[in-house]
């Protein structure tokens, strides 16, 4: 996709090669997972704070590194590349600074233990569908 927008879509995750990923047993089939999508420069330094909580994930795009600061939760968080290959997972507590990864072109969000249960992790490639009525906002 050239162009993101704020909204919503859907998040799945394949190994590298597109297929189930490892050590996941809902396959062949990986679920879809709710996404909030952040592009503008206002929803990408609001993100998650003042949220007790997220039902799926936040993608912020672009995106190189992010913060806890003012969190009220730990979140998962994982660094995607030009081409939606995850480069690093990290799990962060409020009130740190993580450190920026120079390929990553985008930043997945989710609650802490969430990326681990979808089978989101180094070496795995996501697949980010944008809703149509969200387009042109």
Known sequence: MAQWRNGNGMLTVTDAGGGQVPGIPNAPDT???????AATYRARSRGLLGRDGIDGA?????????????????IDVAYVDR??????????????LGLPRLRARHVIESEAGAMQAWGLRPGARVRIVQEETDRGR
Not at 31 to 37: G, H, K, Q
Not at 58 to 74: N, Q, W
Not at 83 to 96: C, D, L
């Open 31 to 37: 679920p879809a997972i709710p996404l909030r999508i």
């Open 58 to 74: 936040l993608l912020i795009t672009p995106c190189g590194s992010v913060h806890t600061f003012g969190m009220r939760f730990t």
């Open 83 to 96: 081409k939606f290959n995850v480069i690093a997972v990290r799990t962060m507590k409020p009130g740190r």
